[in-house]
């Protein structure tokens, strides 16, 4: 039986959080052993807001390194950097084409982003659906794991791949949001209302996969709690609530386990304890990846097989594309 295809993809316009690592990377490597995963770095993304050319490069490979690291395995997975694959451009062109202007006017990411970067309100920021249609369609993906918040960008890539598929015959597969049943929700420790974001101006509120050891103690011992001193969930302490979550995940027991275990400790045991079982959840991943970042050739080289895997896969949808909409072959 034919594996079904997931396509998912992650911007390198930072490091890897506890957030992105509990509530979505660690999922992706979950699914490689049952589905043919295409996991991509999008850096073409990335440059719909303002980059300085040595980071963007820098922050690719060391976020191609953390993949690696977390547990992508490239004989498993394909696992590459966006632009190294041009019919992602290619096929963008053409989806833009087919894309009203009305569906990319009502996308409530162009609309985040133009407030909060009001000076460079740019054509790809506008059309970068497109483009992201194009990441998911070239490889004629079943599944795209996504949280609640990227449901629309899913369902604009049907829409698109829908009238292209009524105007050319059967072109693309329709691809369905995999929303994961598995996967902790992990909140800011200094705005615990808020989700863990690397944005946040204040770095006490996030915790990065390659942040030593010590800073991730600091972090944990100043996360916000609530009142009381008790350790147990509730909607009035979404403090502890979210410690919990992350003790439960770093650890893997259950949340109830996690407050029988703190019973009457107080939060003075139970802050450092959270933040030491974070660090040994890190451990083997920050070690992995500073060892394939001391090695470049080495990684450089599982960027180009990844690449070369990933254009074989999407040459045959460009080429049937290309044909349908009438360009002569070369």
């Known amino acids: ?17 506890l957030g992105n690592y509990l509530g979505a990377l660690r999922n992706w490597v979950r699914l490689q052993e049952e589905y043919r995963c295409v996991y991509c770095v999008v850096d073409m993304h990335s440059i719909t807001v303002r980059q300085d050319p040595e980071t963007l490069r820098r922050q690719t490979l060391e976020l191609f390194a953390q993949l690696i690291a977390c547990g992508l395995d490239p004989q498993k997975s394909v696992v590459f950097v966006q632009s190294h694959v041009p019919a992602h451009a290619e096929l963008a062109w053409i989806l833009s084409c087919h894309t009203m202007f009305g569906e990319l006017s009502r996308m409530t990411q162009f609309k985040d982003k133009s407030a909060s970067h009001a000076d460079n309100v740019n054509a790809g920021l506008f059309t970068y659906p497109a483009l992201m249609a194009a990441d998911i369609l070239l490889y004629q993906a079943d599944l795209v794991p996504v949280g609640e918040d990227q449901k629309q960008h899913v369902e604009l890539t049907r829409d698109v791949a829908g009238r292209m598929n009524a105007l050319y015959g059967d072109v693309f597969t329709m691809p369905e949001p995999y929303i994961p049943q598995v996967g902790a929700r992990i909140m800011s420790l200094t705005e615990p209302e808020k989700k863990m974001s690397k944005s946040s101006e204040n770095p006490n509120s996030y915790v990065l996969l390659l942040d030593r050891p010590e800073d991730i103690l600091k972090k944990f011992k100043r996360a916000v709690t609530d009142s009381g001193s008790e350790v147990r969930r509730s909607p009035d302490k979404p403090g502890v609530s979210n410690l919990i979550a992350i003790y439960a995940a770093a650890t893997g027991k259950t949340p109830e386990a996690v407050e029988a275990k703190f019973e009457g400790q107080g939060y003075g045991r139970f802050k450092p304890a959270v933040g030491e079982a974070v660090v040994e959840l890190f451990r083997p991943i920050r070690e992995k990846t500073e060892d394939l970042l001391k090695n470049r050739d080495h990684l450089e080289e599982l960027c180009r097989i990844g690449a070369q895997r990933a254009a074989a896969m999407a040459e045959p949808t460009l080429s049937l594309v290309k044909d349908k909409v009438g360009f002569l072959k070369k």
Do not use: A, C, E, R
């Open 1 to 17: 039986m034919n594996q079904k295809i997931i396509f998912s993809g992650i911007q390198p316009s930072g490091y890897i959080t």
